[in-house]
Nanobody
């Protein structure tokens, strides 16, 4: 059984910062690409940022220069540092990871349960 557990969401004022964390646990052989997605009310889920196991990153244009994705491979954890937050960043943020499982041997994308981020004064 593999789980992705997110933490760090909450309410913040415009211009503020939040740091999201997502830890993968279970019978894990390896964790490949990890990322963050978000879904605002009435909108489709969209990519925010992804990071490979080697540290290469990709960001949505809307968050470039404000958000930073990083990971700790030893802890199977990915982070999202969000600065200069705007009301339009308000959404449920989901962690996503491509995981190779030891037993039974399998590999696929897993999703976290989501964490709410609200940017409002």
């Amino acid at each position: 059984q593999v789980q992705l557990v997110e933490s760090g969401g909450g309410l913040v004022q415009p211009g503020g910062s939040l740091r999201l964390s997502c830890a993968a646990s279970g019978s894990i052989f390896s964790v490949n690409i990890m990322g963050w997605y978000r879904q605002a009310p009435g909108k489709q889920r969209e990519l925010v940022a992804v990071i490979t196991s080697g540290g290469s990153t990709h960001y949505a244009d809307s968050v470039k220069g404000r958000f930073t994705i990083s990971r700790d491979n030893a802890k199977n954890t990915v982070y999202l540092q969000m600065n200069s937050l705007k009301p339009e960043d308000t959404a449920v943020y989901y962690c996503n990871a491509y995981i190779v499982v030891v037993t039974p041997r399998s590999e696929k994308f897993y999703w976290g349960q989501g964490t709410q981020v609200t940017v409002s004064s």
